[in-house]
């Protein structure tokens, strides 16, 4: 779907020749970044800006797009250590072992952020004389049974609203080498495979429990591995200077055609009650709810045909490239260069501005301030993240890097798109 910035490779590069590296696709960081930014300004329910986020123009939101960029960079990033050369020179583990951990990474890194969440509530509820504060985002039970949940924690048996992303991604990654291995060569039948996988997970509504206190994770492995593949696929394929799905004037005019319905039937009450009307004929007449639904969870049909005709509909635009390359965009490429470090500072953030807003009430000045005040942190963090990386890398003695978001953009390795930060 995503098209690249370079010419084609033989069809056989996916089959074990190694790709030479290309230049980094500038809009693997820029919607990254994007994506980023609406995920913090959305996980600040209530603020003004919403609005303008891809959820009120359709189905999906920021976490399609942020799975499906993850799904791309993996593909970029790891399929060189997986390719048939490589193993055959130093054998399966090295390929393997970046991905693990990485997987391992995230896997900490959640579990410093539902610590600190915990206590960001905690000292929240005490400082403005909330306790409500302890009820929210699932967790009451964490200070009703704390013995339970400190042991299910670790075990992401139990997790705490809007810091429940990560632990989907680290079940993804361990996967992740062998639907590599599957899609260098047999790339149909991996989506095949993925295809099953969701509807199966939706039709019998397969899910990964929680526990002790019940239920399924909000976001279903079984279901998101789909936009996860489909980006991985999109990866493969892109280091190949190849599209996943080639560019067709009849698909890309249908695509829009959808983009604007979904529009209209969100925005326009009659267009609204008519599709729901008739999508409640369809689950009447027995077809499964997860095509019927606009079930986050499980991924529902609804959200992911919008999100995929997003994709294809950008990969086809001209202006996108231009604008992903351009200085304007420098501040999402930062982000989108960073995506870790600025995930887990924007979820601390977010959900410590959250605290504020409960805690003062619903000052209608905090909504406009809070959340381009919290952007701003998100930069500055990224900002300091590259420099950080400049000096490891003795890219730079001891100055730091132009603040300034027009800074010029450095062309480096193609085959680096996406690398796991450091």
Known sequence: MVATVTNSMPASAGQGISVPRRRRDARIDAFRGLALAMIFI??????PYEKYTIG???????AEGFFIMSGIAAGVAYAR?????????????????????????????????????????????????????LQMHNLGAVFERPGDVLFAIPLLGHQIGYVNILPVYCVLLLFTPAAILIGLRRPMLLLGLALALWFAAGWWRVSFSNFPE??????????????????????????RGERLVPRSQWLF???????????????????TAFMNHQMWRLAEAGAPFHVVSHEKSYLALPRLLHSLALVYVLSCLPIVVRFSESRAAAPLRL????????????????????TLIHGFGQTPWLGWILPP???????????VAQWRRQQEGGLLPSRMPPLSPFARRER???????????
Not at 214 to 239: A, C, D, T
Not at 373 to 383: C, E, K, N, R
Not at 412 to 422: L, Y
Request: with cysteine; glycine share 12%.
């Open 412 to 422: 480096v390795g193609f085959a680096e798109a996406g690398a796991p930060d450091r």
């Open 56 to 62: 009120n123009w359709g189905f999906s939101d920021a």
């Open 335 to 354: 982000m989108g260069q960073h995506g870790l470090v600025v995930f887990a500072t924007g979820t601390l953030i977010s959900l410590g501005f959250q």
């Open 253 to 271: 005019g249908l695509a829009s055609a959808f983009l604007v319905f979904v529009v209209a039937w969100k925005h326009m009450p009659e267009v």
């Open 373 to 383: 005040a919290g952007l701003a942190m998100l930069l500055a963090t990224a900002w």
């Open 214 to 239: 019940g239920g399924v994770w909000f976001f279903n492995p079984l279901s998101w591995q789909l936009i996860f593949v489909i980006g991985l696929l999109i990866g493969l394929r892109l280091r």
């Open 81 to 133: 250590g997986l390719e048939v050369t490589q193993r055959v020179r130093a054998g399966l583990w090295p390929g393997v072992a970046p991905i693990w951990r990485r997987a391992w990474t995230l896997y900490l890194v959640h579990l410093f952020l539902t610590v600190c969440v915990i206590a960001i509530f905690g000292v929240a509820a005490a400082a403005f004389g909330k306790p409500d504060l």
């Open 42 to 47: 959305n996980h600040m329910p209530g603020n």
